[in-house]
């Protein structure tokens, strides 16, 4: 039988590397009762492990990257609004590449009627939408697994990158700044966008508008120009003039 204080340190695990569940699905997983877990994340927060939230309860600074299944869910309409935008660049025969995330993960769900594409990936997410697509041949980055964002990161991923071209390449972000380009969490990650977009002849960032300007971590990926954000409609002209004036050419989705 699982003690109180391995069950909180599974919870603690869970939470810095796949994002926290809610008490019923904790409950469920532990097989205890919602109570039961109440107690450990007030325990775990006394401690100063975890920041209590409605229903659950979020790391505190050992981790605090959202896991990709917390940022699906996020700002739906608008990724879904940008993929749809991103799909209708992608030409029948091109070759292209998609980066990790959840806006690029609607883009290739937006792909997946399309014809005679060859798509190369690191992201989970990307191999699962297009696994059946019949008119799609997929190719996975392979290296290291980061759990968190569901991408294969590090020296593997970026040895088979200098083997390969790409018509269009189509990049996620944490955040992304007019000035010092696109913001991570992990340095692996980093790198492998910097080579991501060195590969590609035409180099697209895609980012709804709540990541503009943001500097949550301290990982930068300076792309050289051209390339283009594309954002929603909720950001502000002031926003988008920032990376007018930068060079960046910007695309702004609009919702259905």
Not at 1 to 30: C, P, Q, W
Not at 116 to 135: F, H, K, M, R, Y
């Amino acid at each position: 039988m699982t003690t109180a204080r391995t069950r909180r340190e599974e919870i603690y695990h869970l939470a810095v590397t796949t994002g926290l569940a809610s008490v019923e699905e904790l409950s469920k997983h532990f097989n205890v009762t919602p109570s039961t877990i109440r107690r450990d994340l007030a325990q775990l927060h006394t401690e100063g492990k975890l920041a209590r939230t409605y229903g659950g309860a979020l790391p505190l600074g050992a981790h605090p990257e959202p896991s990709l299944r917390q940022r699906t869910g996020e700002a739906y309409e608008q990724k879904h609004a940008i993929a749809a935008w991103a799909a209708g660049q992608v030409r029948t025969g091109e070759s292209v590449l998609l980066d990790g995330g959840s806006t690029v993960g609607a883009l290739a769900h937006a792909l997946r009627g399309s014809e005679a594409l060859t798509i190369t990936t690191p992201g989970v997410n990307t191999l699962q939408e297009l696994q059946d697509a019949p008119g799609v041949v997929v190719n996975c980055l392979g290296g290291r697994f980061r759990e968190v964002s569901q991408t294969f990161v590090g020296p593997l991923a970026e040895a088979a990158l200098e083997r390969m071209t790409f018509d269009r390449v189509f990049l996620g972000a944490d955040a992304v700044t007019a000035d010092d380009g696109l913001c991570e969490a992990d340095h692996e990650q980093t790198r492998l966008k910097e080579l991501m977009a060195r590969r590609g002849e035409a180099v697209y960032v895609l980012a709804d508008s709540s990541k503009l300007g943001k500097r949550p971590f301290h990982s930068w990926v300076r792309l050289p120009l051209p390339w283009t954000l594309v954002t929603d409609a909720g950001a502000s002209e002031e926003q988008l003039a920032l990376f007018r004036t930068a060079g960046v050419k910007v695309e702004v989705a609009r919702l259905a």
